[in-house]
């Protein structure tokens, strides 16, 4: 497992701030360490005045999966609170992409993954423009796509 501080990469270039989502073998899948690293960087955003432009990616071939479903989490009376907390963080996480100050979120979703695409159009990201050669892939593009308020 990824010790929590390395599952989320941080670059700042000027204004940009380049947060990298760092669990490649497990195609940036969002874990409880991810959601807590990121709510974290972006809220570091929110209280820098010096960055206007976050920028999110994933490390390897993938933006991300999605969810990591790798380990299961039933639902008992022992672990009930847990799953609360994690439930509530995720929903928090996504309540901040949404409200980040005069801050534009842009991210890169492979071209054929259009699943991904439309989860994001759903979230309020439109596209702006393409990139060829994406990641390992220099046959296929990527969709930037930014977070329009």
Avoid: C, W
């Avoid at 010096?50 to 009376?77: E, H, K, M, W, Y």
Wanted: aromatic content about 6%; overall charge positive.
């Amino acid at each position: 497992m990824t010790t929590p501080g390395y599952v989320l990469l941080s670059e700042t270039k000027g204004a940009v701030r380049l947060l990298t989502l760092n669990r490649p073998a497990k195609l940036n899948a969002i874990n409880a360490d991810l959601v807590h690293a990121l709510t974290d960087a972006l809220h570091a955003v929110q209280a820098d005045d010096d960055i206007s432009v976050v920028i999110l990616r994933g490390a390897g071939r993938a933006f991300s999966a999605g969810a990591d479903t790798s380990t299961p989490r039933p639902l008992t009376a022992e672990n009930r609170s847990n799953l609360i907390r994690h439930g509530d963080a995720n929903i928090a996480l996504t309540k901040l992409l949404g409200r980040i100050d005069s801050k534009y979120v842009f991210l890169e979703v492979r071209e054929s993954n259009k699943l991904a695409q439309n989860l994001y159009r759903k979230l309020g990201f439109g596209e702006i423009g393409r990139r060829e050669k994406y990641y390992d892939n220099p046959e296929e593009s990527a969709i930037v796509m930014r977070l329009s308020r």
